[in-house]
């Protein structure tokens, strides 16, 4: 059984994982509309990844006796200036999720709600890939350059990488 407090958090980062999903869908709309394919598919493809993240907290807080609730979700930011601000804006979010995942393990471990602490080990782990990710198509970025041909070389670069992951 769930706590009331440990419920509301539960569902705060449900409707994050909710607004993470947009803010990415909104930016593969941005990338569609710049030409960038293979950026789209890549930011289409971590959409769907967080509605599944979302999914998975949705059904433990019914499974623990609770009731998941879905909130009103913030409007994403839609204008971008080029693809490297897309990317640092991903990086910056994923780095806001690994904090408030670890607010709830903290939350957890304090009430001593172990089964919640458990669940959410899979979530500290997620986030820790996705850093990384992130982090290293900055990296691909940067040594590309959005320059001349290097914005048909990154978005080459960034599709095959959602390829790859596609079938893994
Ligand atoms: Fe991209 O992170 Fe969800 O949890």
Redesign the pocket.
């Known amino acids: 059984m769930l706590s009331k407090s440990m419920t509301q958090l539960l569902n705060k980062q449900i409707n994050l994982?909710f607004y993470?999903s947009n803010l990415y869908l909104q930016m593969r709309s941005w990338c569609d509309a710049n030409s960038l394919v293979g950026c789209a598919r890549f930011l289409q493809q971590h959409a769907d990844?967080?509605i599944q993240?979302m999914h998975r907290l949705f059904n433990y807080v019914n499974e623990a006796g609770s009731m998941a609730l879905i909130g009103a979700i913030d409007e994403p930011k839609s204008d971008f200036k080029n693809i490297q601000e897309v990317f640092k804006i991903t990086y910056k979010h994923?780095c806001l999720?690994t904090k408030e995942?670890n607010k709830l393990v903290k939350a957890a471990s304090e009430e001593a709600d172990f089964s919640t602490f458990n669940f959410l080990q899979w979530?500290v782990a997620?986030?820790h890939e996705?850093e990384h990710l992130f982090n290293s198509i900055i990296d691909i970025i940067k040594m590309i350059g959005i320059e001349g041909k290097g914005l048909y070389f990154i978005d080459k670069e960034i599709g095959a990488i959602a390829d790859k992951r596609a079938i893994e």
Do not use: A, P, W
Request: glycine share 0%.
């Open positions: 994982e993470s990844e967080e993240h994923e999720i995942i979530y997620e986030q996705e």
